[in-house]
């Protein structure tokens, strides 16, 4: 089957821009994924879909993070405006469901905000 | 935040030793999995425990569960250059609605 797919690979920006980045998951995957991963430590979880709804999305920072899981699909990470300790990779990842099926990871989303 | 913790941070051994990295944590659990990162590159899943499982085997990788300690250790056996990468270890929380948390992870490099 095919991975997680995400775009684009790296993101140069300037702080106060905004930015986008897009995650298609793995056919059939209901539950979808997005975590924040700051160098030298674990993914920290953003946002969790199950089909295009929202399961949990305590640790966005909805002042500056949206995302969106139109059909139950893709998906789009957006940060408006983007600071500096937004630098990370951003990894999106599916399961077929929420409860004891591991997770597929794409290869994320390097951003560097200068 | 994580709550998550791994032990040690960071571990250097020779090719064909074992390693062993533990994973605490702090809530009550659906399960616990293991991931996998070489670097630039996403994560990995390698082996999941459910929390009425006390050990799991899957080739090299041995992976044990304590409820009660809440802790959890994966141990890779005749290690090989090959398995150098971060390992992480992650916990379902079911008192969280599933949410899987990881931990800061175990930076392993085997020496050839």
């Known amino acids: 089957e095919a991975g997680v797919a995400q775009s684009p690979r790296y993101k140069i920006i300037e702080k106060r821009q905004s930015v986008a980045f897009w995650c298609n998951p793995i056919?059939?995957?209901?539950?979808l994924y997005w975590y924040q991963q700051i160098l030298g430590q674990g993914p920290k979880l953003l946002i969790q879909?199950?089909?295009?709804?929202?399961?949990?999305d305590s640790q966005l920072p909805k002042d500056r993070f949206s995302a969106e899981r139109l059909k139950g699909v893709d998906s789009t990470l957006k940060i408006q405006p983007a600071k500096l300790e937004d630098s990370a990779v951003y990894l999106c990842?599916?399961?077929?469901?929420?409860?004891?099926?591991?997770?597929?990871f794409g290869n994320g989303t390097r951003l560097t905000v200068t | 935040s994580q709550q998550g913790e791994e032990d040690p941070q960071a571990l250097s051994i020779q090719e064909g030793e074992n390693a062993t990295m533990n994973c605490s944590y702090k809530?009550?659990?659906?399960?616990l999995q293991w991931y996998r990162q070489n670097s630039g590159r996403g994560l990995v899943h390698l082996i999941l425990?459910?929390?009425?499982?006390r050990e799991k085997h899957s080739g090299r990788l041995r992976v044990t569960l304590d409820t009660s300690k809440k802790s959890s250790s994966l141990l890779i056996t005749a290690s090989r250059a090959a398995d150098t990468a971060s390992y992480f270890c992650?916990?379902?929380?079911?008192?969280?609605?599933?949410?899987?948390?990881f931990g800061g992870g175990t930076r392993l490099m085997v020496k050839p």
């Open positions: 990842a599916s399961s077929r469901d929420r409860s004891n099926s591991p997770l597929h």
């Open positions: 056919s059939g995957h209901a539950t």
């Open positions: 879909f199950q089909n295009n709804g929202v399961v949990d």
């Open positions: 809530t009550s659990i659906n399960n």
């Open positions: 425990i459910r929390s009425n499982e």
């Open positions: 992650a916990y379902m929380n079911n008192n969280a609605g599933n949410m899987l948390t």
